[in-house]
Structures are given as structure tokens and as C-alpha cells.
T-cell receptor
Framework: AQSVTQLGSHVSVSEGALVLLRCNYSSSVPPYLFWYVQYPNQGLQLLLK??????LVKGINGFEAEFKKSETSFHLTKPSAHMSDAAEYFC????????????FGAGTRLFVKA | DAGVTQSPTHLIKTRGQQVTLRCSPK?????VSWYQQALGQGPQFIFQYYEEEERQRGNFPDRFSGHQFPNYSSELNVNALLLGDSALYLC???????????????FGSGTQLSVL
């Protein structure tokens, strides 16, 4: 069965510092992997997705993620944090074995300090 | 182009009551998924509708049921409400492409359900 584990429920960085949010997945077949962001009182919006093309995926707002099959990881990074990046981030997986559904991790809340 | 719209935005019910939540998918989308997001947690998959049928279901009891209409809009019904049903209910739409899993979900802002 597909699953996602996000390491760290809270991450705090200073403005301008590197952002690293960790995600590990479990899937019996090559998965599709996603990062979504949720701002307060809003739904989720897609940051980026991996669908078996390039292993380094670039998304919106300067975020990128690298698919590492050997580590079953899909960590999200951004070179320089901005105050507007403060939000909840969710890693998600969809691999078709469980049907057409997307499974989300528990989320990591990113705090950005001035 | 309207995105995913959900109604109502907030709802307060008491234990034992029934509730119906509504979702209109993004224009051109044919698949609707429902998620429950408890405070401080990730969205939990409830079920997915395509071609007016429930296609996939998560680990939720039969008290949770749904429907999809010919215009692709959808309803989520919850019977015999429990305190633990208090959560943000999110609707997500997508366009199914053959046998490939959903590549991109578009989410509504959700319905905040409080059960007292």
C-alpha cells in the first residue's frame, strides 16, 4: 500500500535561509509524487509533481524537489526562504495500485523568522 | 474560469444529526475526491467519484456516503454525526486520463464542520 511520511511536524528557518522539508514514501510501483501547500483557511494548491520524467522537479515560487528511488525520498527545498513561504506543506503519493486516489502525509508547518 | 467551489463554508451541527456538503468541480473536470482534514493533520481520503459512481473509498464508515450528479458536481453526506467528525472537509477535482492516476488535484477552500 502506498504511504507517505513527513519528518518533522514543524520547521523554523530565518528569512533568506535554506528551506528543507523531508518526505519519504512507500510504494510497490513507480509512484507519482507531489508537494502541496496550504495557507490558512484555504484549500491545498500544487507546488510541484514528479511523474517519472526528470528526477529533479522545479515548481512554483522557487521550490524544487528531487526524487531519489534508492532512498525512497522526495524532499522539498528552496534556496532562500521568504516570509510569504510560511504555510503548511504536504507531501503526497499516487501510484495507481490503490486506485485513482492521492494519499497525503501529515504535513510540515514552515515558520519563517524575520 | 471558476475553480472548485464548496458550500457551505462553515456548519455547526449537534451529535446524531445528518449533514450534506456540496462541491462543484473546476470547469472541465470529471472526477471528484473528498477528504477529511482534522486540525493539525493531513487530508484523509474519504472517497472518489467518477461517472456518477464511487470508484475508491478510504477507511471511513458507511455513515459517510456521497453522490455525483451528471454535471459532475458532488455531495458528501454524513449521518449520525459524532464529535470526532468535526473537521475541514475538502473537495478536490481532477480530470481522469485513461488508466493513469490523478496527476493534479484542484482543491476547494473546504467546509469547516463543527459537531457539538
Amino acid at each position: 500500500a502506498q504511504s507517505v511520511t513527513q519528518l518533522g511536524s514543524h520547521v523554523s528557518v530565518s528569512e533568506g535561509a535554506l528551506v528543507l522539508l523531508r518526505c519519504n514514501y512507500s510504494s510497490s510501483v513507480p509512484p507519482y509524487l507531489f508537494w502541496y501547500v496550504q495557507y490558512p483557511n484555504q484549500g491545498l494548491q500544487l507546488l510541484l509533481k514528479y511523474t517519472s520524467a526528470a528526477t529533479l522537479v522545479k515548481g512554483i515560487n522557487g521550490f524544487e524537489a528531487e526524487f531519489k528511488k534508492s532512498e525512497t525520498s522526495f524532499h522539498l527545498t528552496k534556496p532562500s526562504a521568504h516570509m510569504s513561504d510560511a504555510a503548511e506543506y504536504f507531501c503526497a503519493v499516487s501510484d495507481g495500485t490503490g486506485g485513482f486516489k492521492t494519499i497525503f502525509g501529515a504535513g510540515t508547518r514552515l515558520f519563517v523568522k524575520a | 474560469d471558476a475553480g472548485v467551489t464548496q458550500s457551505p463554508t462553515h456548519l455547526i451541527k449537534t451529535r446524531g444529526q445528518q449533514v450534506t456538503l456540496r462541491c462543484s468541480p473546476k470547469s472541465g473536470h470529471d472526477t471528484v475526491s473528498w477528504y477529511q482534514q482534522a486540525l493539525g493533520q493531513g487530508p484523509q481520503f474519504i472517497f472518489q467519484y467518477y461517472e456518477e459512481e464511487e470508484r475508491q473509498r478510504g477507511n471511513f464508515p458507511d455513515r459517510f456516503s456521497g453522490h455525483q450528479f451528471p454535471n459532475y458536481s458532488s455531495e458528501l453526506n454524513v449521518n449520525a454525526l459524532l464529535l470526532g467528525d468535526s473537521a475541514l472537509y475538502l473537495c478536490a477535482s481532477s480530470l481522469r486520463t485513461g488508466d493513469r492516476p490523478n496527476e493534479k488535484l484542484f482543491f476547494g477552500s473546504g467546509t469547516q464542520l463543527s459537531v457539538l
